[in-house]
């Protein structure tokens, strides 16, 4: 090997972690843009096999879907009924014995159809990090503290608009090890059913004006800019409440053009991001 490639090859890994730089994925997701650009095709999904971020290349599906009687899997599925959920579990922000520390917020918005039409009734899942970036879950190595008051999940059901409503705390941002010094944007994750087990959809929600967004590899996989967007939700100062809490909108979209992305069954990227008990 010459001394050059040496040289080339040192500037691109940290020498302590052996982990890329920033400046690395920062330009394949740059020479991504441009490619997607000149396409001229319009991609509103993320990418399974992106290569900014790095699991996804070895753990996408590269095989076809296997098929499924749903009427048998709906058999042996999980189930829920109305009943199952109880209106106290949309508050974060009351599991424990004392308040949680951080940001207390509002987060709500209306589930849609592509026709602009409520989802009524439909289970509204979330699980997030707590306001130190870290998740209630065992192989979450990050050395921010627990914060005992906040477990990070909650559920409700949308009501005859299409409406749910969560009280939480604003989660922080925590590191990855997709790269060097790789940081994710703060974001809460949704799970929606539809009317039955295997019409469920995962995303993310993000928040406004992140300066980790252009880092992200994550984020960046929907490489459509009106896409990306529809993932972060809008601040709302009527909904704040005076000396009690912010308050965010953020809707969801599940089909048609304006179809909210989802992560479908690409692999998010930690393994504490997994639902806490599932």
Not at 174 to 185: K, Q
Request: glycine share 10%; with cysteine.
């Amino acid at each position: 090997m010459s001394s050059s490639r040496v040289s080339q090859g040192a500037a691109t890994r940290h020498p302590g972690t052996g982990l890329v730089h920033q400046h690395v994925v920062d330009e394949e997701i740059a020479g991504i843009r441009r490619a997607y650009e000149a396409a001229g095709a319009q991609e509103l999904q993320p990418r399974r096999d992106y290569a900014p971020y790095r699991s996804s290349v070895l753990r996408h599906p590269t095989k076809d879907l296997h098929h499924a009687d749903p009427e048998g899997v709906e058999l042996w599925a999980p189930c829920f009924g109305e009943r199952d959920v109880d209106p106290l579990e949309s508050d974060l922000t009351i599991q424990g014995g004392g308040e949680p520390i951080g940001e207390r917020m509002v987060v709500t918005g209306r589930v849609l159809d592509g026709d602009g039409r409520p989802v009524r009734h439909q289970l509204v899942e979330v699980w997030q990090a707590n306001a130190g970036g870290r998740y209630v879950h065992k192989r979450d190595q990050h050395p921010a503290p627990l914060d005992p008051n906040f477990t990070g999940v909650g559920r409700c059901l949308t009501d005859d608009q299409g409406r749910y409503r969560f009280t939480t705390i604003k989660p922080g941002p925590y590191p990855w090890r997709n790269h060097h010094n790789a940081w994710r944007p703060a974001h809460i994750h949704f799970s929606l059913f539809g009317t039955d087990f295997t019409q469920r959809l995962v995303t993310q929600m993000y928040f406004p004006g992140d300066p980790l967004f252009a880092l992200d590899p994550i984020y960046q996989s929907i490489v459509d800019p009106a896409a990306r967007e529809r993932l972060v939700a809008t601040y709302d100062h009527d909904l704040t409440q005076h000396e009690w809490a912010t308050g965010y909108r953020w809707d969801v979209v599940l089909t048609g053009s304006h179809r909210t992305p989802l992560e479908g069954d690409l692999d998010v990227e930690r393994t504490e991001d997994e639902e806490p008990g599932r």
